[in-house]
């Protein structure tokens, strides 16, 4: 099945700082997600993304397809912004196509 | 509200009692997947509905039986759950058809089996 690794692993900033989170992977794909999982647990949609560039606030991703990679940016994070952010592809033209999560990169914005 | 539910939320049991975990989503969505998480070894996928009537097994589909007799709903049922059980569970659901379409996933249930 498709490999997806996510970097770096763990990351801290403080509050205000930028950020670029990658996700590699290793088949073509159609369709990619990008989520927030809070510290209670829940998975938060932040993108849609099998190609291009969206932003919405402070965050915008991008998904080279072509290349197999997609990179999340979360500008002036926020203590709010902690938890981790996982990269889910999904493959197949049709049926399954369940999403592949990453291992994730758990994100801690210090005050 | 477009969403998905799942109850209970937190639930702790015994070995080898049986349980489920209810999900349901509002989107009208034909597609529905049941995942797990686990630490160091992410979400995997144990069940899917591609609609009513159809389901299939996921990833890890052992210890586990679905039914999905409504469009809206899709039960995971633990016959006689075991202790390597204990982990998140989370109902996922998404629109069907085209090449693909963003899922929606619900809040999530911790399960402790004793």
């Known amino acids: ?111 | 509200e477009a969403q998905v539910t799942q109850n209970p939320r937190y639930l702790i049991t015994v070995t080898g009692k049986k349980l489920t975990v209810t999900c349901s989503q509002n989107m009208n969505h034909e597609y529905m997947s049941w995942y797990r998480q686990d630490p160091g070894l992410g979400l995997r996928q144990i069940y899917y509905s591609m609609n009513v009537e159809v389901t299939d097994k996921g990833d890890v589909p052992e210890g586990y039986k679905v039914s999905r007799k409504e469009k809206r709903n899709f039960p995971l049922i633990l016959e006689s759950p075991s202790p390597n059980q204990t982990s998140l569970y989370f109902c996922a659901s998404r629109k069907s058809g085209g090449i693909s379409y963003e899922q929606y996933f619900g809040p999530g249930t911790r399960l402790t089996v004793t």
């Open chain 1, 1 to 111: 099945g498709i490999q997806v690794e996510q970097s770096p692993p763990d990351l801290i900033l403080q509050e205000g700082a930028n950020s670029t989170l990658r996700c590699n992977f290793s088949d073509s794909v159609n369709n990619l997600q990008w989520f927030h999982q809070n510290p209670w647990g829940q998975l938060i949609n932040l993108f849609y993304i099998p190609s291009g560039t969206k932003q919405n606030g402070r965050l915008s991703a991008t998904t080279v397809a072509t290349e197999r990679y997609s990179l999340l940016y979360i500008s002036s994070s926020q203590t709010t912004d902690s938890g981790v952010y996982f990269c889910a592809p999904s493959v197949g033209d049709t049926g399954r196509r369940a999403l592949t999560f990453g291992s994730g990169t758990r994100l801690q914005v210090q005050p």
